[in-house]
């Protein structure tokens, strides 16, 4: 949709991308500074052009939609712009499929290699842009992909997941990658939201796949990747789905496909959300958004996804495609160790013995477990220099026992799905030591320069200081503006409810003038680094004072007797609330009140009085999201069903 003439060329996004027109009325001179107005307007339309504040303006001029295609739309105010003066550039599209051709020819030679079980199977960036491009024509020869659809996967991480990825991409489909670790429901609803009709498939997922689309009629076909002989899997799935053979799909298929040139504005990618609070939501990534993430996740004060840095990718592709880290390996050249379904720590150590990688990323909780490993199993050798780990923050303790065993150093990351993945990154700035360079360390990151970010406490902005907590909200190139508005959320459509409750845009999550409100509260300091003290939901509110749960579980997992702790609300009839200690002992620690006591004590060095948590319960596991992250809402279930043993000590006040 174009609006001409005179007038500056405004592009606006339909999901269809279908060219529109504009009509036009007499000019009109609205106040300076107003860019545009949009009053009722339908889904997914988007401004991608602002008005250059440089160029001087000129009368404004009222377009109205066409009634045809937008009968609930009012009117946009676009501003005539004069003597520009532009630049000699040129304007290429950025996309993947750049990517792609450049790391199969350029470092063709660089290797792959995927583990699966004790076997490891190698292959090269050039085999995968072969792969990828028999794919497309197999996607499109065969079943009938031949624009924006969706195309599904259900998979581990390895070679096949990343072909998939580009195949589709590159092709000018869409990428869907399903999170294996979200409730059957929620992957079903993926599907019907996003309207995928593939789904390409482990065969060892099969029995949950095929419970996945018993809800799902408008998935078509199935493509099994793994042995030829996929009669077992098939026995899984609902009648009306046909079945493929990936290999065989691919075999004696072209290994060049011309990829179509795309506007670097189209979707590549949608990845949802773990949805721990109503549905699931989708995050739909342009070519450009991540090209940019790719360049960026490139540099020194990021993950430096350099050449011949072999980077071991322990965080899933179904993960917002692994933090983006195999998309920038291809314009890198950096060798990739994707380690399949198990990443117990026995086999983690074997991966890193065998293949050793300098560079990892993954969960905490993957690190703290291959520490306890460790402890009892010491490696030979440690190849490892670095590990990026997101999704929570790692204990202190954590940290330190990396260093001072190994040499390794533990690196934060903050991001999330709507931010594409990485945003901060926890390099400490060149020149500092000592108990700054660990302050540093311990927090999420710093900004980079494509993301803007401010603090905002009871909706006014705070200035960058390290005592200014409030809601951290950003917004950039790589940072979504809305949720995904699917046709199936419409009245009656396949998505439009998710458990008995109507879908609604999320609308409250993004601010009227464009920041994504992340829910993370926190603070900036003036040099642009970041310190998240808790979810918004996850901060105790206990007597006017606000205790952050990630302090104190931080604090009582450094204890040698705790392997892991969660801290949750608990209702108090004086304080209002209350901390819950919900905590997994180590071996041999005894679960009783004399523990706690001591645990407590432990954190009186640290902490006012008044923080002490006076509720404690010890369980034999702690639930996790998806993400690896503490499920805060299935403890709270589990104690509104009276399902904890809770132990009462005394609390503020009380003799």
Known sequence: MVCTGKQCPVLLHYPSALPLSLSHSPPVKPPLGVHKTLTKHPPNVRRVHRANTHCKPAPFTTCALL?????????????????????????????????????????????????????????????????????????????????????????????????????????????????????????????????????????RLAEQLGEILQDTPKVRAVIFIGPHDFSQAKEFLPDHVETYSYEALLDGRSTHYDWPVQDERTAAAICYSTGTSGPPKGVVYSHRSLYLQSMSLRTTDSLAVEHGETFLCCVPIYHVLSWGVPIAAFMSGTPLVLPGPDLSAPTLAKIISTTLPRVAHGVPTLWIQLMVH??????????????YVGGSAV?????????????????????????????????PPSGVSGETRWSYRVSQGRFPASLEYRVVNEGQVMASTDRNEGEIQVRGPWVTA????????????????????????????????????????????????????????????????????????N?????????????????????VERPLAVTMLDRGIPANKETAERLRDGLRDRLPNWMLPEYWTFVAEIDKTSVGKFDKKDLRAHLRDGEFEVIKLKGPGEK
């Open 374 to 387: 460790y402890l009892k199993n010491p490696p030979e050798r440690m190849s490892l220099r670095e590990i």
């Open 555 to 575: 604090l009582i997992m450094s204890s040698d007797e705790v392997v892991e702790c969660a801290v949750i609300g608990f209702p108090d009839d004086k304080w």
């Open 395 to 427: 204990p202190p303790i954590v940290i330190t026992m990396w260093e001072q065993r190994y040499g390794v150093d533990v690196v934060h990351v903050w991001g999330m799905t709507e931010t594409s993945t990485v945003g901060t990154v926890s390099r």
């Open 67 to 203: 009634n045809s295609f937008a009968p609930n739309a009012s009117v946009w105010v676009i501003p005539a712009i004069v003597e520009c003066m532009l630049s000699t550039m040129q304007d290429v599209p950025l996309s993947l499929s750049r990517i792609l051709s450049y790391g199969a020819s350029v470092h063709g030679d660089t290797v792959i290699t995927t583990w699966d079980g004790d076997e490891q199977v190698q292959t090269t960036f050039s085999a995968i842009g072969a792969r990828a491009a028999a794919l497309a024509h197999a996607l499109h020869d065969s079943l009938g992909v031949t624009g924006d659809q969706r195309v599904a996967s259900l998979m581990y991480n390895c070679a096949e997941h990343m072909e998939v990825m580009f195949g589709v991409a590159c092709m000018g489909a869409v990428f869907n990658p399903l999170n294996k670790q979200l409730m059957n429901d929620q992957i079903s609803f993926i599907l019907n939201h996003s309207e995928a009709e593939i789904v390409v498939a482990d065969q």
């Open 482 to 553: 809305s949720y995904f508005h699917s046709a199936a959320e419409l009245e009656d459509g396949l998505a439009s409810t998710f458990r008995d409750q109507e879908v609604d845009d999320a609308h409250e999550l993004f601010t009227a003038d464009g920041w994504l409100r992340t829910g993370d509260v926190g603070s900036v300091t003036s040099d642009g680094f970041l310190t998240i003290q808790d979810r918004a939901r996850d901060v105790i509110r206990s007597g006017g004072e606000w205790i952050y749960s990630t302090q104190l579980e």
